[in-house]
Every structure is written in C-alpha cells, then in structure tokens.
C-alpha cells in the first residue's frame, strides 16, 4: 500500500500502524453522517472515484449513531477542535477507516487524503486488478492557512465550462480552495453582463493571437459556482480595472473619455488601457457590473485588479479604487486587489494580493502593519505562466525561471519583509494564459509545481523539506499519469 507519509500536501501528523492494512472489498459500505446531505454527498463523490476503478459497489448508507464497526466513515462527530473547519482526523484499521471532522470541508479535505493513499490505480475510470490497499494509521490534519488558490486566466485565452471543471478537479486533489478567474483584460470580456450585453458578445469575441474568444454565458458562470461548491472550492471573480480594460472599452465608446471606442486588442502588452475616472458613467457602469457579478458570487471575495495601471494617474488611480471600493462594499462583498491597491486607501477587510518579485516592499509592509492582508503570490515562486527552463515551449519568463525547487523553496509566512504570518492571508498560484490555449498546456504548466504551492498553503513550516517533498511529489507522477495529466518530468525530480 501507498505510506502514510506519501501525502501531497503532507499532512499536520500522521502516525503508520505498522503491520496494518485496510483492503476495500465487495462488502464495504461507505457510510455517511446520518442526516448530513453534505456527508452524503461527499460519499457520493468518493464512491464516484472509486467505483470505476474497484469495480467494487461501495453503497453510500447513513452511518449509524454509533462509529461503523466495518467500512468508510464520514462523520461529522468526534473530531478533535483543533482541527478547525478545514480539518480532519483520519483513523484506518483493518476493519474500518473513520474520516472524522468538524465541517463537511474538513471531510471533503480528509477524502483527498484518503484517495492518495489508495494506488494510483484508483484514479483509473476503468476496471483495475486489486487489492485495494490502505496502509493502517492514524492523521490529524488541517491547513497552516485558510487561503489556498488557484488562478486561472481566461480572458487572454477563454476556457470552456469543461476546461474549468476539469481543472477544479485538480486543485480538489491537493485541498485547493479558492479558484479566482480573470474574467476580463484587454484582449477579453468573458462573463455576460444583462445589463452591458456588449461586453461579452463584443468584447469577449476574440483573444490573445486573434482566435474566436468566447464567454460565460451567466448560467455557465453559477454552473462553475456550484461545481466548484462541490468540490468545497470557492470562485473569486476579478473584474480586473482600472487597467486591462481595452475589452471594455471597446464594446462601449461612451465608457471611453473622448467617446471614441478602440479597436478590439489581440496583443500581449499591458499598461496602455485605462477606464475614465472622472466620467459619473464609469461608475454606473461598474456598479451594475459588480452588482450583477456579486449576486452570481456566493463567495466572500470579489478582485477588482488594480495592477498595471500606467495609463490612469497616480490621483486618479487613487480616487477610482477608493470608489470602486466602496461600490464593492456596497454589494457584500469584500474587496482582493493586486497589490498595488495599497497606493490607494484600502478599506481595513481589502485583502492584497502580493505579486511581486522582490522580498521587501515598503508600501505593502506599510499597509500590512495598518492591518491590511496579504494574499501572497510573488511572480518569481508562484506564476505558473513562468517557463520552468529557458527551452519551455510554453510561458515567459519576465520573473525568471520557475521549477519546483523555486516554487518551493520559500516561506510565505516570512517571505515579504514586514509581513508576518499573521498578515498573510494565505497563497494562490496564478496561470496567465497569454501563451496557454489547451487544457494540455494548463496541465503542462500547472503540474508539477502547482502541489508544491498547494503545500506551502496547506502544511505546517515544520514539515517543510524539499528533498522528502520531492519524493513525495514524485510519486504523484503515476496518480497524474493515470489521471491523463500531461505534466512536465521536470529534472529536478525522480519520477516513478
Ligand atoms: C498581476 C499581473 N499583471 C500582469 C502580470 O501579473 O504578469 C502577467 C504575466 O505573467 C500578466 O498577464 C498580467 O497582466
């Protein structure tokens, strides 16, 4: 069987009992609290993994009031505090396996444990030979920070709904949860907005290198939600502006300052676009785009951008986000922000998210000690548009080279000079798709290194080694095989 210590993200504790195999048989139920749907319905999802490759039937049944004697059990009792809300304590004897946590997404996340310790086999969709092996133990577990994400670019180059599912399931492998879609740059509008209807049939009519484009129609974008949900991720949408709204402005010539609209951007430069920040309409505007993109948005979090905004002044700059802020506020929702938003007033919950490549930065120190988060994705550990070596097909390299010992080798909670760990809201690897047009790419770019940044988000500093990750992260190659995700063998690991 698969050892304990062969996790990715490795977990808080995990202690092997040796000489102590679980085998999952024709017999074994996986059982689900009683009277929980989200029990049920993680149950439903686990058997859905391992139905097609055991080819065992796995009923889902609601758990007893006492803990199954035999089996998988999904409960929501028992588990210990300090496994908080995304936690889980995770039992395997020879005669059961006992998930236990104190949130639905703590068994979500104990469920990920639980599939990476079977053989990569599992992860099949066809009939495998056996056995059906977990090695014996005991794991308590919970992540170091709340903030674990992902970001994915489709306005350079849009993504269809099956694109975006397929890439949830990933991060849903490595406890991902946060997945922010750069829904709107220059070369692309990607969601429909009823009340701008231009912005996307317009606007989202092309991309990067002038293919067809494409957009979100708004039950895509709730279907995206709610797929997501289910796989307790969280979608952040980022309406990216001032800047990197040449999509926008060329759908409306009113938006613009002299009412003429620009033509339609294919290229890959930035900084050249601005919206008008003195026209009253520009704030209309933003409005009931954020108003309608907020009612779609269950989740907390809505990125406004504010990055790159060499075509707006430095005052202006600073009154458009300051308003464009409370707009945000307005709607529920609180604000995420590149990081240059600290230029401006961010409002106390506005959370910054650090993408530069240095490790000092005077202004994001300033509002970290003022009490501002900070979100940290530095371009040079965590932009997995970067290439991993100067002969990658794919990517850029403005921040440098990124392999896996880069992407891993660093402590975002010390990592940025006045931001300490309890400034720092968490991590996200963002994918910038100016040169990504194909899931293959996305999984070329995203794997190996996208793991490694799930780790940094999830497991304790203690636990940090990059020798023993790499083993670890190794062994993940077959699991990605199977799974059909063409992953690069970067040369800094030895994959199985
Ligand atoms: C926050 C940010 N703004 C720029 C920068 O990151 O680099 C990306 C490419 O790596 C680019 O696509 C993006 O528009």
Redesign the pocket.
């Given at each position: 069987p698969v050892p304990l210590s062969s996790v990715v993200p490795i977990p808080v504790s995990a202690t092997a009992t040796s000489g102590v195999t679980h085998t999952l048989t024709a017999a074994t139920k996986i059982y689900a609290q009683s009277g929980s749907t989200p029990a049920s319905d993680i149950g439903g999802y686990l058997a859905a993994i391992l139905r097609p490759s055991t080819g065992l039937p796995l009923p889902v049944v609601p758990a007893p009031n006492s803990a199954p004697a035999d089996g998988i059990a999904l409960l929501l009792t028992g588990a210990p505090a300090a496994v908080g809300a995304q936690g889980y304590q995770l039992d395997i004897t020879a005669a059961n396996v006992t998930l236990r946590a104190n949130q639905p997404a703590g068994l979500f996340a104990g469920v990920q444990t639980l599939r990476q310790l079977l053989p990569p086999a599992v992860e099949s969709t066809t009939v495998q030979p056996g056995p059906w092996e977990i090695a014996g133990g005991h794991i308590v577990d919970y992540p170091r920070f709340g903030y674990r994400g992902a970001m994915l670019?489709v306005a350079?180059h849009f993504f269809g709904v099956a694109a975006v599912r397929r890439y949830i399931d990933q991060l849903a492998l490595y406890k991902v949860n946060y997945l922010h879609l750069?829904l709107a740059?220059d070369q692309g509008w990607r969601i429909a907005i009823n009340s701008w209807p231009n912005l996307a049939v317009y606007g989202g009519s092309t991309a990067v290198g002038g293919g067809p484009g494409g957009y979100y129609t708004q039950a895509d974008y709730s279907g995206l939600v709610a797929y997501a949900a289910s796989r307790y991720i969280t979608i952040i949408p980022e309406i990216?502006m001032p800047g990197?709204t040449n999509a926008a402005l060329a759908s409306y010539a009113q938006l613009n300052c002299n009412g003429v609209a620009p033509p339609l951007y294919t290229g890959?430069n930035?900084g050249f676009s601005s919206l008008c920040v003195p026209l009253e309409l520009t704030y209309t505007f933003i409005d009931q785009v954020i108003g309608e993109l907020a009612a779609l948005t269950p989740g907390p979090y809505l990125h406004i951008?504010g990055?790159?905004a060499s075509s707006t002044t430095p005052a202006d700059y600073t009154t458009f986000i300051n308003r464009v802020q409370q707009i945000v506020a307005a709607h529920g929702k609180t604000v995420l922000g590149?990081h240059?938003v600290v230029h401006a007033t961010p409002l106390p919950s506005t959370v910054a998210?650090f993408?530069g490549t240095t490790t000092t930065d005077s202004a994001v120190a300033a509002a970290a000690a003022a009490g501002t988060k900070v979100l940290m994705?530095p371009?040079n550990r965590t932009?997995l548009?970067?290439k991993y070596r100067n002969n990658t097909r794919l990517g850029?390299k403005?921040?440098g080279l990124i392999d896996v010992n880069q992407a891993y080798g660093w402590n975002p909670g010390n990592y940025l000079g006045g931001v300490g760990e309890t400034s720092v809201l968490g991590v996200e690897a963002?994918l910038?798709?100016?040169t990504i047009r194909t899931t293959a790419d996305i999984d070329f770019m995203a794997f190996p290194r996208l793991p490694a940044i799930a780790e940094l988000g999830w497991s304790a500093y203690a636990t940090h080694d990059l020798t023993v990750f790499k083993t670890r992260l190794g062994a993940q190659g077959p699991r990605w095989r199977v799974m059909g995700i063409n992953y690069y063998h970067s040369t800094q690991v030895t994959w199985p």
């Amino acid at each position: 069987p698969v050892p304990l210590s062969s996790v990715v993200p490795i977990p808080v504790s995990a202690t092997a009992t040796s000489g102590v195999t679980h085998t999952l048989t024709a017999a074994t139920k996986i059982y689900a609290q009683s009277g929980s749907t989200p029990a049920s319905d993680i149950g439903g999802y686990l058997a859905a993994i391992l139905r097609p490759s055991t080819g065992l039937p796995l009923p889902v049944v609601p758990a007893p009031n006492s803990a199954p004697a035999d089996g998988i059990a999904l409960l929501l009792t028992g588990a210990p505090a300090a496994v908080g809300a995304q936690g889980y304590q995770l039992d395997i004897t020879a005669a059961n396996v006992t998930l236990r946590a104190n949130q639905p997404a703590g068994l979500f996340a104990g469920v990920q444990t639980l599939r990476q310790l079977l053989p990569p086999a599992v992860e099949s969709t066809t009939v495998q030979p056996g056995p059906w092996e977990i090695a014996g133990g005991h794991i308590v577990d919970y992540p170091r920070f709340g903030y674990r994400g992902a970001m994915l670019d489709v306005a350079r180059h849009f993504f269809g709904v099956a694109a975006v599912r397929r890439y949830i399931d990933q991060l849903a492998l490595y406890k991902v949860n946060y997945l922010h879609l750069h829904l709107a740059d220059d070369q692309g509008w990607r969601i429909a907005i009823n009340s701008w209807p231009n912005l996307a049939v317009y606007g989202g009519s092309t991309a990067v290198g002038g293919g067809p484009g494409g957009y979100y129609t708004q039950a895509d974008y709730s279907g995206l939600v709610a797929y997501a949900a289910s796989r307790y991720i969280t979608i952040i949408p980022e309406i990216d502006m001032p800047g990197h709204t040449n999509a926008a402005l060329a759908s409306y010539a009113q938006l613009n300052c002299n009412g003429v609209a620009p033509p339609l951007y294919t290229g890959t430069n930035v900084g050249f676009s601005s919206l008008c920040v003195p026209l009253e309409l520009t704030y209309t505007f933003i409005d009931q785009v954020i108003g309608e993109l907020a009612a779609l948005t269950p989740g907390p979090y809505l990125h406004i951008g504010g990055d790159e905004a060499s075509s707006t002044t430095p005052a202006d700059y600073t009154t458009f986000i300051n308003r464009v802020q409370q707009i945000v506020a307005a709607h529920g929702k609180t604000v995420l922000g590149w990081h240059d938003v600290v230029h401006a007033t961010p409002l106390p919950s506005t959370v910054a998210q650090f993408w530069g490549t240095t490790t000092t930065d005077s202004a994001v120190a300033a509002a970290a000690a003022a009490g501002t988060k900070v979100l940290m994705s530095p371009a040079n550990r965590t932009y997995l548009d970067m290439k991993y070596r100067n002969n990658t097909r794919l990517g850029q390299k403005w921040a440098g080279l990124i392999d896996v010992n880069q992407a891993y080798g660093w402590n975002p909670g010390n990592y940025l000079g006045g931001v300490g760990e309890t400034s720092v809201l968490g991590v996200e690897a963002p994918l910038w798709t100016e040169t990504i047009r194909t899931t293959a790419d996305i999984d070329f770019m995203a794997f190996p290194r996208l793991p490694a940044i799930a780790e940094l988000g999830w497991s304790a500093y203690a636990t940090h080694d990059l020798t023993v990750f790499k083993t670890r992260l190794g062994a993940q190659g077959p699991r990605w095989r199977v799974m059909g995700i063409n992953y690069y063998h970067s040369t800094q690991v030895t994959w199985p």
